[in-house]
């Protein structure tokens, strides 16, 4: 059974400070690995997806690095923003492929404050 | 584009009572997923539906919870009877079913509080 695990729990950055979060995964047979960001009160909102076959993706200032081998990805963020601060889930989507996400295992979250 | 629209937001209900969890998803989207998110057990896919049909309700903890989708833009969840340690914010989630590749959108839960 795949089992997610994103360490620390919290973290607390002061602005403009470059970051990156971590994930690990058990199983390294994925499809993809998703990050996703969760605002209070909210639901997630998918920020980066990395297929299997590739190594990282980026978007802005985040970038999201895999490395399946090892069964780590880490999401790093460049020149942290106050309107960063939320937390972030790391998914691993395992197989067999039927449909889309049904086979996504989360994380627990980062809880990322950036102090103005 | 409205995003997954969940009702009710916030529902406060005594043990015993039934409790009905409303979602609408993103038009276009045909498969339709129940999350439960506590602090203990993080995110837990409860149910997912693909073409208004449930595929996989493993999930589902108990005969207390039963889910439906009559039809492509409505899902509900219901929980009869309802306990304490149903409490839990539920997240409806939709998107493009057989493209893995496919992001997952979330609606912005239901806070659910079992007394």
């Known amino acids: 059974k795949q089992e997610v695990t994103q360490i620390p729990a919290a973290l607390s950055v002061p602005e403009g400070e470059n970051l990156v979060l971590n994930c690990s995964f058990t199983?390294?047979?994925?499809?993809?690995l998703q990050w996703f960001r969760q605002d209070p009160g909210k639901g997630l909102t998918s920020l980066l997806l990395i297929q299997s076959s590739q190594r990282e993706q980026t978007s802005g200032r985040l970038n999201a690095s895999l490395d399946k081998s090892s069964g780590r990805s880490t999401l790093y963020i460049a020149a942290s923003q106050p309107g960063d601060s939320a937390t972030y889930l790391c998914?691993?989507?395992?197989?067999?492929?039927?449909?889309?996400?049904?086979?996504?295992?989360f994380g627990t979250g980062t809880r990322l404050t950036i102090i103005p | 584009d409205a995003g997954v629209i969940q009702s009710p937001r916030h529902e406060v209900t005594e043990m015993g009572q039934e409790v009905t969890l409303r979602c609408k998803p993103i038009?276009?989207?045909?498969?339709l997923f129940w999350y439960r998110q506590t602090m203990m057990r993080g995110l837990e896919l409860l149910i997912y539906?693909?073409?208004?049909?449930?595929?996989?309700d493993s999930g589902m903890p108990e005969d207390r919870f039963s889910a439906k989708m009559p039809n492509a833009s409505f899902s509900t969840l219901k929980i009869q009877p309802s306990e304490p340690r149903d409490s839990a914010v539920y997240f409806c989630a939709s998107t493009q079913g057989q493209d893995y590749n496919s992001p997952l959108h979330f609606g912005n839960g239901t806070r659910l509080t079992v007394t």
């Open positions: 199983d390294s047979a994925i499809y993809n």
């Open positions: 038009s276009g989207h045909n498969s």
């Open positions: 998914a691993a989507r395992d197989g067999p492929h039927l449909f889309g996400n049904e086979k996504l295992t």
């Open positions: 539906f693909n073409n208004n049909v449930p595929i996989d």
